[in-house]
């Protein structure tokens, strides 16, 4: 018998084989190229709590965990929303000064007490926050009390609040994040909703101790209260505490009435407003720009309303959609596009905010300021996108496992079930909202994320609000707009107005362009100019471009501009008629048009301001790169305007800014003149710089004054 005779026979060959063949046969009975089906989601398991109501209508939420001995407890008052108005700042100002004075204790005497048994406490708008051992719960709950139902407000308190808010202000003003948050609240809700209001120095300065007096007596009330205790305490501990502090507790009733429009009026607050309706997006998509003046970024927000509350059927569906557009996690769409794919960013997230009186939507990034137009665009593209075509299955689980696992890992914080209590209550949500959190979350579908982005998502109602260098992105903003327009703001949110200082007494446009004409190297010397023959030398990315001017006594112009070697435009006037010679062609320029070309034609047209009609006006003294300058508006006779910038010291001319048409609507093009230095006796810019869609730095490399100019450069055909 061979070898392998006896193998087969032998008596340790079938388990052996088996032993081999085991993981292959399980292998064969597993398909790995399928994901495995997802379990039924967990129960979740909420930490209990208690609650009860005191005989005055205050609830109180009891959240035992003694792990620890500590404490916290958290007084917090309902405040619907209202329009602060001409006092906005009213509500965080009585926030800060809650704990600055009682008939008892000074704010020094509030603090040392607190700190001395290594304790915090923290106020706002709406109540305070406050936590310590277990064993000095009794002497920071006679504090609690003695803050949220004793407060003096004391005058030199307000004024020290005060002056810190203003330098808040300031500082929110040099701050590009902060004014996208404040002015994207603003173009979100509008200045007429509660949320949208921006406090400003005016606002902040308006606010006297009345007013805030005013305030807490009328929204910190005991049947609006709510009392939260977290930590080392039970429920007949907690009972007893808050039975001390806040059972006799009887808040003084707020003298007031209604008008006659039927406005709520409250001693020394003064006239309540609550909003009548809730805000509605833009009706098309808009651009909104906050100037900030060589800024190497911008902070891009696309923003707009929704109506989504927190119990609504469609918020779970809704906030999966947001995590896998761009809600924090790193593998999401807007994260993937504008950072991992373009580079644009660091970072790049959208937010969207179930709120109980009017939800928002928000997704933005910081980006270089040359990329700011292509950022807006791949961001819009990703949130139209989501409404096309929603998200697929493996972005759908991807999304649901990372909420899941945030929202388990926020249940080890006792906190975080005492923050679910109180939010079950203010938001008049189902008692079990939270238990069934998995339950809910595992039922998102495909389909519903789709539903949700559908009824949510207004990407051509959008409101696109950028902060960052108005001159390098202006014109390419306006071609993102579908009304062709961009609105501008201040940092406090208000219509931008140009900031001009008054020009001394005795100066007039026409001191002014005298001082220009001295400058140049004399009026007479100017009048005898003409004509000039200028060649300009730049780069348009990596082509060269070169553009020939002539100007010409009287009313000849003709322009050439060549690109990487090849004509690119070609504007030729003779007096009376001009046309245009490009790739696709020639065509006549004729009507306004025409006008402008003919009053521009001249070397220098301001000679003859006077014969044209032209009445320039000195507007102020505005700011040009770091240097004053005085601003001129031109009006021609045909409704055209422009404005020139003479530098105060030197008298020459430094900018000029025009509309131009650009295909169906216009740009404004900037042109500044630097390096003067002369040329057959008259001062000229040896370099221009042009900004339009991009900003082209030109070097004039040849400037002819009353050279021969053959005629045919005029001639029009």
């Known amino acids: 018998m061979d070898t392998r005779s006896k193998l087969r026979k032998g008596p340790s060959f079938v388990p052996l084989i088996l032993a081999l063949l085991l993981p292959a046969l399980m292998d064969a009975q597993i398909d790995r190229t399928q994901a495995p089906k997802p379990g039924p989601a967990p129960e979740v398991k909420l930490g209990d709590h208690k609650t009860f109501t005191l005989d005055n209508g205050m609830r109180v939420i009891v959240v035992e965990n003694h792990k620890l001995p500590l404490t916290s407890v958290q007084v917090r008052f309902d405040v619907p929303i209202f329009l602060q108005g ?62 949220v139902c004793h407060p003096t407000f004391p005058e030199a308190e307000i004024e020290r609040v005060r002056k810190r808010t203003l330098s808040g202000i300031r500082s929110r003003n040099d701050d590009p994040d902060a004014i996208a948050s404040e002015v994207g609240h603003m173009l979100t809700f509008s200045r007429g909703y509660p949320y949208g209001e921006i406090a400003t120095e005016r606002t902040v300065g ?16 005991p049947e609006k209260g709510y009392v939260v205790f977290v930590g080392d305490i039970n429920e007949k501990e907690a009972r007893s505490f808050a039975e001390r502090a806040f059972g006799n507790w009887k808040a003084a009733v707020p003298s007031g009435a209604k008008d ?93 905010n179930a709120d109980r009186f009017c939800g928002s939507f928000s997704a933005g990034a910081s980006v270089r300021t040359p990329v700011t137009d292509s950022a807006i665009t791949e961001a819009m593209f990703e949130i139209e996108r989501m409404t096309r075509k929603g998200v697929s299955k493996e972005e759908l689980q991807l999304a649901k496992n990372y909420m899941a696992g945030s929202f388990a890992r926020s249940l080890e914080d006792p906190r975080t079930i005492a923050r679910f209590a109180l939010n079950t209550y203010l938001n008049d949500l189902p008692q079990d909202h939270y238990a069934t959190y998995l339950k809910r979350l595992d039922t998102v579908t495909v389909d519903g994320v789709l539903h949700a982005a559908r009824a949510l998502l207004v990407p051509d109602q959008a409101t696109i609000l950028v902060v960052g260098d108005k001159e390098s992105l202006y014109n390419r903003l306006t071609q993102l707009s579908f009304d062709q327009r961009v609105f501008q703001f201040d940092e406090d949110g208000s219509p931008y107005r140009e900031k001009l200082e008054g020009a001394p007494a005795g100066v007039t446009a ?72 490009g790739e696709e062609g020639t065509e006549e320029i004729i009507e306004m048009e025409l006008e402008d070309l003919i009053q521009a034609a001249a070397p220098f047209p301001e000679l003859h301001y006077n014969d044209l009609g032209i009445r320039p006006v000195l507007s102020g003294i505005a700011d040009v790169g770091g240097r004053k300058a005085y601003k001129l508006t031109i009006a021609t006779d045909n409704g055209g305007v422009y404005f020139d910038y003479f530098d ?53 490399s040849e400037i002819t004054v009353n050279g021969r100019i053959d005629a045919s450069v005029f001639t029009v055909d």
């Open 510 to 581: 026409n001191t002014v362009l005298d001082a220009y004409f001295k400058a140049l190297g004399g009026r007479e010397a100017v009048e005898k100019v003409r004509s000039v023959k200028m060649v300009l030398s730049g780069s348009r990315g990596d082509k060269p471009v070169t553009i020939t001017r002539y100007n010409a006594e009287p009313n000849k112009y003709a322009s050439e501009t060549v690109v990487d070697g090849r004509l690119e435009e070609k504007v030729v006037l003779d007096g009376a008629r001009a046309q245009r010679i």
């Open 648 to 700: 105060v010291e030197t008298g020459m001319k430094v900018r000029h800014e025009e509309r131009r048409a650009y295909d169906a609507s216009g740009i404004t093009v900037v042109t500044d003149y630097q390096d003067m230095r002369p040329e057959g006796g008259i001062m000229f810019p040896h370099l221009i710089v042009e900004k339009k869609l991009s900003t082209v730095a030109y070097a004039v």
């Open 260 to 352: 006659k429009s039927g406005v709520e009026v409250v001693e020394g607050l003064g006239t309540v407003r609550y909003p009548r309706k809730e805000p509605v997006a833009a009706r098309t998509r808009r651009m909104a720009l906050v100037d900030r003046p060589g800024a190497p970024q911008s902070v891009v927000r696309v923003v707009f309303p929704v109506q989504l509350r927190p119990g609504d059927d469609i918020a779970m569906d809704a906030q999966v959609m947001n995590t896998v557009l761009g809600g924090g996690v790193f593998n999401a769409r807007l994260m993937q596009n504008l950072r991992e794919d373009k580079g644009y960013t660091y970072g790049a997230y959208s937010n969207l």
């Open 206 to 221: 308006n606010i006297q101790q009345k007013h805030i007096k005013g305030y807490y007596d009328r929204f910190f009330r």
């Open 86 to 147: 001409d006092l906005m700042g009213v509500t965080d100002m009585t926030g800060d000064l809650l704990a600055a004075g009682t008939p008892g204790r000074t704010k020094e005497q509030i603090d040392a007490l607190v700190d001395g048994i290594g304790g915090r406490l923290s106020t706002s708008s709406d109540g305070l926050y406050a936590s310590c051992l277990k064993k000095d719960l009794d002497t920071l709950m006679q504090v609690v009390q003695d803050v």
